[in-house]
């Protein structure tokens, strides 16, 4: 005789499936046990983190505790609450996410800010994107700087198929997308912007990368299985071909010496006013360079 798991389980409150998932997490030594519960619970219920609090007597139903419950469990195995619900918070927009990309986090909004400074007023600047993931760069370009015509390219067709679901959610009129390696191909076009958020992370740090990210964001995203400084080197040789004079290069770079040797990078070939910005953190997090030509 079949018999519905639901049925097994009992329907609860909001607040006490909440405080039962804090404790769990805190138990297995997650860094952040109350934010992670309530992300999970918000996404459960489609609310914002204030009705949390509002309407912790409200009761799940039995259906409703098993997703949570199993939310919970695959959270302790170390999977990020973004991609156990399938969505990531950038610059105020939510994208859609999955292992295929990189999670959106809010030390790249610095970027973003670093590139709407850099497209001026009425012009209408082209901005290529390299290495796009999720798009959540390019969209958030995009929406933010409406005169601008946007590119995003990516290695990976399974990252660009988000890239184009986060694009109809959107509904970005300004921005294409498009296939490309950017280690052995040359983009088409003339640009007055370049950003990029490439795989920076030197291979012999991979190991010390909290589990969340190592075990289930993507490799090829987050490290160049290098010194981490393959991508910029690259970026700084086609970028003059690609840049208009003025133009500028904005990336995310690593922090501390990694950011110095980027520096170094850009310096060596025809940037100038080369600055480093300091994400929310206080960490050097972003590079802006002007090519001259």
Same mark, same amino acid.
Request: proline share 5%; hydrophobic share 40%.
């Given at each position: 005789?079949?018999?519905?798991?639901?049925?097994?389980?009992?329907?609860?409150?909001?607040?006490?499936?909440?405080? =039962?998932?804090?404790?769990?997490?805190?138990?297995?030594?997650?860094?952040?046990?109350?934010? &992670?519960? !309530?992300?999970?619970?918000?996404?459960?219920?489609?609310?914002?983190?204030? !009705?949390?609090? @509002?309407?912790?007597?409200?009761?799940? +139903?039995?259906?409703?505790?098993?997703?949570?419950?199993?939310?919970?469990?695959?959270?302790?195995?170390?999977?990020?609450?973004?991609?156990?619900?399938?969505?990531?918070?950038?610059?105020?927009?939510?994208?859609?996410?999955?292992?295929?990309?990189?999670?959106?986090?809010?030390?790249?909004? #610095?970027? #973003?800010?670093?590139?709407?400074?850099?497209?001026?007023?009425?012009?209408? %600047?082209? #901005?290529?994107?390299?290495?796009?993931? +999720?798009?959540?760069?390019?969209?958030?370009?995009?929406?933010?700087?409406?005169?601008?015509?946007?590119?995003?390219? =990516?290695?990976?067709?399974?990252?660009?198929?988000?890239?184009?679901? *986060?694009?109809?959610?959107?509904?970005?009129? *300004?921005?294409?997308?498009?296939?490309? &390696?950017?280690?052995?191909?040359?983009? &088409?076009?003339?640009?007055?912007?370049?950003?990029?958020?490439? %795989?920076?992370?030197?291979?012999?740090?991979?190991?010390?990368?909290? @589990?969340?990210?190592?075990?289930?964001? %993507?490799?090829?995203?987050? @490290?160049?299985?290098?010194?981490?400084?393959?991508?910029?080197?690259? #970026?700084?040789?086609?970028?003059?071909?690609?840049?208009?004079?003025?133009?500028?290069?904005?990336?995310?770079?690593?922090?501390?010496?990694? +950011? *110095?040797?980027?520096?170094?990078?850009?310096?060596?070939?025809?940037?100038?006013?080369?600055?480093?910005?300091?994400?929310?953190?206080?960490?050097?997090?972003?590079?802006?360079?002007?090519?001259?030509?």
């Amino acid at each position: 005789m079949h018999t519905d798991s639901a049925a097994l389980v009992n329907s609860a409150r909001v607040g006490e499936v909440l405080k =039962d998932a804090k404790a769990s997490f805190l138990l297995k030594g997650l860094e952040s046990p109350e934010s &992670d519960a !309530e992300w999970l619970m918000m996404s459960l219920l489609h609310c914002a983190r204030s !009705e949390l609090f @509002t309407n912790s007597d409200l009761t799940l +139903s039995a259906e409703q505790v098993i997703i949570f419950n199993d939310y919970v469990e695959r959270r302790i195995s170390g999977e990020p609450p973004q991609y156990i619900v399938g969505e990531a918070e950038f610059f105020g927009r939510t994208f859609l996410v999955n292992p295929n990309v990189l999670i959106p986090r809010p030390e790249t909004e #610095i970027l #973003i800010n670093e590139a709407i400074a850099a497209a001026g007023e009425p012009r209408h %600047p082209g #901005i290529l994107d390299i290495g796009t993931g +999720s798009g959540n760069i390019a969209i958030t370009l995009a929406k933010e700087i409406p005169h601008a015509a946007v590119k995003g390219i =990516d290695i990976s067709a399974e990252a660009l198929a988000v890239a184009e679901e *986060n694009k109809n959610r959107h509904h970005c009129n *300004n921005l294409t997308f498009a296939q490309l &390696d950017i280690l052995k191909e040359h983009p &088409d076009g003339s640009y007055d912007i370049i950003v990029s958020n490439p %795989p920076y992370i030197p291979m012999h740090e991979m190991d010390g990368l909290m @589990t969340d990210v190592k075990d289930f964001e %993507p490799t090829f995203a987050l @490290t160049d299985e290098s010194d981490g400084l393959t991508y910029y080197k690259r #970026i700084t040789a086609i970028a003059q071909e690609l840049l208009t004079p003025g133009g500028w290069v904005i990336a995310e770079v690593g922090g501390g010496e990694h +950011s *110095n040797k980027v520096m170094d990078i850009f310096r060596s070939y025809a940037f100038q006013q080369c600055e480093l910005s300091k994400d929310y953190n206080g960490v050097l997090r972003v590079l802006k360079a002007q090519f001259c030509g």
